[in-house]
């Protein structure tokens, strides 16, 4: 049994910063490439970064230069370090990541970690 674990959100002012975490545990062979999304009250779902095994990431518009993605390969682990926060990155952020179990690739999510920017 495969899990992500986020970890990391919480209640923060404009301007502030925070440092998410995603865990992921099991039976796994390999993890291929993680990514963040969130998804704010009465939007969609949005990918916001993601970061291959090789460490090469991407990133929508409206978080470069102010998010940054990186990974752990021996953990497992992915993060979200979030600075200069802005009322409008209030979500919850969710891990996503596929993952080798078993010789199958599979694709997972975590149940999600609320992050709330508001002063």
């Known amino acids: 049994q495969v899990q992500l674990v986020e970890s990391g959100g919480g209640l923060v002012q404009p301007g502030g910063f925070l440092r998410l975490a995603c865990a992921a545990s099991g039976s796994i062979s390999s993890v291929n490439i993680m990514r963040w999304y969130r998804q704010a009250p009465g939007k969609e779902r949005e990918l916001v970064a993601d970061?291959?095994?090789?460490?090469?990431?991407n990133y929508i518009d409206s978080v470069k230069g102010r998010f940054t993605i990186s990974r752990d390969n021996a953990k497992n682990t992915a993060y979200l370090q979030m600075s200069s926060l802005k009322p409008e990155d209030t979500a919850v952020y969710y891990c996503?990541?596929?993952?080798?179990?078993?010789?199958?690739?599979?694709?997972?999510w975590g149940q999600g970690t609320q992050v709330t920017v508001s002063s």
């Open positions: 970061i291959s095994r090789n460490g090469f990431s």
């Open positions: 996503n990541a596929d993952i080798w179990s078993a010789a199958n690739l599979r694709n997972y």
